[in-house]
């Protein structure tokens, strides 16, 4: 990994993360990181917080990002393939009783959960032994 040379920005962008427990969006972050440091870039922003989540030290969830849309009615669960963005439908059982358990513990009224599996599908991670290239 390249030295990063401002690590001063990236600290903002860290302690932005850290002091927040609402899951935030990389908007968010910028503003918050902004408030701190007028003159960063949404750009740095979204690079820092990139680089952060690869190294470990903040972790990326994905909650509902771009809305897809199903044929398929049955509650089920899906495969995302990190590399060529496709989704496949997951050889799993809907279980109603995570619902349940959760609208118990939380009062939520629960209307479903979505359970979305990532990595590389099978002809993808076929292309990276072949090229044995790093994911962007
Ligand atoms: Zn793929
Ligand atoms: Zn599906």
Redesign the pocket.
């Known amino acids: 990994m390249k030295k990063q040379r401002n690590s001063k920005q990236r600290q903002i962008i860290l302690d932005a993360v850290m002091t927040r427990c609402d899951h935030p969006t990389a908007d968010q972050i910028y503003l918050d990181a902004r408030a701190k440091y007028d003159k960063i870039s949404r750009g740095t922003v979204y690079r820092n917080l990139g680089v952060l989540a690869e190294s470990g030290e903040i972790m990326n969830v994905k909650v509902a990002a771009a809305d897809r849309y ?1 044929s ?1 009615l049955d509650r ?1 669960y ?1 495969l995302l393939c990190t590399r060529c963005g496709k ?3 997951a050889p799993l059982p809907y279980h109603a009783e995570y619902d349940d358990a959760v609208a118990r513990e939380t009062g939520f009224r629960i209307s479903r959960h979505l359970l979305v599996f990532e990595g590389l599908c099978p002809a993808c991670s076929r292309k990276n032994e072949d090229e044995s290239d790093e994911p962007t």
Do not use: G
Request: cysteine-free; charged content about 45%; glycine content about 0%.
């Open positions: 199903d398929r089920h899906h989704v496949f439908d």
